[in-house]
């Protein structure tokens, strides 16, 4: 019989299977993407963000996220702390939670950078793919150009829109 613990894990690899993610944030890159056993709770930590811990309690599961992310859940219970609270009789129901999660992660995505830099020499075929064609995922993040490009801003190449 699997683990509660390993329940756990499996639970978040399946639900970013589910999500429509860049092929670098995964668990696989954990410059990246970090699922981290801590002694009470595990962690979901994108680049050095915590996105939500997941805490398991006698009969149930307790998800906390940051207040920041609120308006991604009509439903939570507001702690005096700093985190929304979601109750799960079974950890497994965390891919019904797959639509806000994935707003957590187009909210980081727009959001999280590295050392900012206004464009790399790939812009033209960036603008032509409509994306950010960067293999080195952590470096694409300081790409200021690669927000224009998620939001449709396209300033080169056949695909200009402004």
Known sequence: MESKESHIKSSIVNLLAKLDLPKDVSLDNDRVLKLEKLQKHYSLVFVDKLLFRI??????YILEFQREYED???????????????????????????????????????????????????????????????????????????????????????NRNC
């Open 55 to 60: 805490k398991r309690k006698a009969n149930h």
């Open 72 to 158: 991604f859940f009509p439903e939570t219970r507001a702690l005096p702390n700093k985190w929304l609270e979601i109750g799960l009789d079974d950890i497994h129901e965390i891919v019904k939670l797959k639509g806000n999660i994935s707003k957590i992660f187009e909210y980081e995505l727009k959001k999280t950078h590295g050392d900012a830099f206004g464009c790399c020499s790939k812009y033209v075929e960036c603008s032509n793919a409509r994306k950010c064609v960067e293999d080195d995922f952590a470096f694409s993040l300081g790409c200021q150009y690669r927000l224009n490009l998620m939001e449709n801003r396209i300033f080169y190449g056949k």
